[in-house]
């Protein structure tokens, strides 16, 4: 697969054309309010010609097989408008569909971000709150100076942990986290000492954000994260695709390939999926921008606002954030991206704009048989 900075260069390509088309339908919508079918059908068009002229060449030119793209609005009367665009070798009926199921990788720090937010909004904790109070027994999640890590300083990557624990096993190269677990982290927290204090430098971090997504499963007295998922964001919003658990060998599953051409394995997570785990179609990604543009009026849509909202500024050259989105320099654009062993993916909701634009990429789309 192609490194992440091409990917990056790519999404913002499609993200400022969705943008920019957006703006024409907005113009169109007050130049033509007579005439506005005709407007809009135009814009549509216009839309579905730039996206092309976007996308396409990243499947000839073999980078990639398949790629779906998800843009969701909300038109001058308040309706929310979700299309979805794919791009495939469908002479080989490998092109990917709406309900193709792809990893999402980093993207899942967004629903982590809810989740935190759902507790908040239930009064069960506080942003504020020591992530040691719901650690297990017998761990001490460490810190540099005099306070300690907060569950918020653990979501917008201010917590002083690293990336990545020293003590992965990696028994399986090119499925990191598979054998991953909290127990390992634990004995990983209780014997690292960070440099930076919690809340002042910007250090991107799996580990915390996969640690608080463990930790979030505790406070809920759930079974594991993807329970609390599916109760707290994807059942509520119909995600019906969108899963921690999910069958390698399932129908509609997207075949990720290394950068020699050759075919990933899928990442799996073992008990702390919550910065990367999660799987999910471009028609979900579609229903989780749209609940992004128009929170519904229940507890998932106060979760949804709150992580929204910017709670941290930007540190140095990084970014202000909510809970789990990053916040673009405009101040107004959330995004997250991300990438595994055969994927890539970014998302970018902008409600001053009212849109929001979704890529997910795999080398090859190519959808594994059901197997008996």
Request: proline share 5%.
């Given at each position: 697969?192609?490194?992440?900075?091409?990917?990056?260069?790519?999404?913002?390509?499609?993200?400022?054309?969705?943008?920019?088309?957006?703006?024409?339908?907005?113009?169109?919508t007050?130049?033509?309010?007579?005439?506005?079918?005709?407007?809009?059908?135009?814009?549509?068009?216009?839309?579905?010609?730039?996206?092309?002229?976007?996308?396409?060449?990243?499947?000839?030119?073999?980078?990639?097989?398949?790629?779906?793209?998800?843009?969701?609005?909300?038109?001058?009367?308040?309706?929310?408008?979700?299309?979805?665009s794919h791009?495939?070798?469908?002479?080989?009926?490998?092109?990917?569909?709406d309900?193709?199921?792809?990893?999402?990788?980093?993207?899942?720090?967004?629903?982590?971000?809810?989740?935190?937010?759902?507790?908040?909004?239930?009064?069960?904790?506080?942003?504020?709150?020591?992530?040691?109070?719901?650690?297990?027994?017998?761990?001490?999640?460490?810190?540099?100076?005099?306070?300690?890590?907060?569950?918020?300083?653990?979501?917008?990557?201010?917590?002083?942990?690293?990336c990545?624990?020293?003590?992965?096993?990696?028994?399986?190269?090119?499925?990191?986290?598979?054998?991953?677990?909290?127990?390992?982290?634990?004995?990983?927290?209780?014997?690292?000492?960070?440099?930076?204090?919690?809340?002042?430098?910007?250090?991107?971090?799996n580990?915390?954000?996969?640690?608080?997504g463990?930790?979030?499963?505790?406070?809920?007295?759930?079974?594991?994260?993807?329970?609390?998922?599916?109760?707290r964001?994807?059942?509520?919003?119909?995600?019906?695709?969108?899963?921690?658990?999910?069958a390698?060998?399932?129908?509609?599953?997207?075949?990720?390939?290394?950068?020699?051409?050759?075919?990933?394995?899928?990442?799996?997570?073992?008990?702390?999926?919550?910065?990367?785990?999660?799987?999910?179609?471009?028609?979900?990604?579609?229903?989780?921008?749209?609940?992004?543009?128009?929170?519904?009026?229940?507890?998932?849509?106060?979760?949804?606002?709150?992580?929204?909202?910017?709670?941290?500024?930007?540190?140095?050259g990084?970014?202000?954030?909510?809970?789990g989105?990053m916040?673009?320099?405009?101040?107004?654009?959330?995004?997250m991206?991300?990438?595994?062993?055969?994927?890539?993916?970014?998302?970018?909701?902008?409600?001053?704009?009212?849109?929001?634009?979704?890529?997910?990429?795999?080398?090859?789309?190519?959808?594994?048989?059901?197997?008996?």
């Amino acid at each position: 697969m192609t490194n992440q900075i091409g990917y990056t260069i790519f999404f913002m390509s499609v993200v400022v054309a969705c943008w920019a088309i957006r703006s024409q339908l907005d113009q169109n919508t007050v130049e033509a309010t007579q005439a506005t079918s005709g407007a809009a059908e135009t814009a549509s068009e216009s839309a579905a010609s730039s996206i092309a002229d976007l996308a396409e060449p990243q499947v000839r030119s073999g980078k990639v097989e398949g790629l779906s793209i998800g843009i969701v609005s909300l038109d001058s009367a308040g309706k929310l408008q979700s299309t979805t665009s794919h791009f495939g070798l469908a002479e080989t009926d490998e092109a990917p569909v709406d309900e193709t199921i792809y990893e999402i990788g980093g993207i899942t720090n967004a629903f982590t971000g809810i989740l935190l937010a759902s507790a908040v909004t239930k009064g069960n904790i506080n942003l504020d709150t020591p992530a040691q109070e719901l650690a297990p027994t017998g761990v001490t999640i460490p810190h540099a100076g005099d306070r300690p890590v907060t569950l918020l300083d653990m979501a917008p990557q201010r917590s002083g942990l690293p990336c990545i624990a020293s003590n992965m096993p990696f028994s399986r190269p090119n499925d990191p986290y598979y054998d991953y677990t909290s127990q390992l982290a634990g004995e990983f927290l209780n014997t690292y000492q960070p440099v930076n204090p919690p809340g002042t430098h910007d250090e991107y971090s799996n580990f915390a954000m996969a640690y608080l997504g463990y930790l979030l499963t505790r406070q809920a007295e759930a079974k594991s994260y993807n329970e609390v998922l599916q109760a707290r964001i994807t059942g509520p919003l119909q995600m019906s695709s969108t899963t921690v658990q999910i069958a390698d060998n399932g129908n509609n599953v997207a075949i990720g390939h290394t950068a020699a051409g050759d075919v990933a394995s899928p990442w799996h997570s073992a008990d702390m999926p919550g910065a990367g785990g999660i799987h999910s179609s471009i028609a979900d990604m579609n229903r989780f921008m749209m609940a992004q543009l128009q929170p519904p009026g229940d507890d998932v849509g106060k979760a949804i606002d709150l992580a929204f909202q910017q709670q941290v500024d930007a540190i140095g050259g990084g970014f202000a954030s909510g809970t789990g989105w990053m916040i673009a320099r405009d101040g107004v654009t959330r995004w997250m991206n991300g990438q595994s062993g055969g994927f890539a993916s970014a998302m970018f909701v902008n409600r001053k704009l009212k849109t929001g634009v979704c890529v997910c990429v795999c080398v090859s789309c190519a959808t594994r048989p059901v197997t008996s």
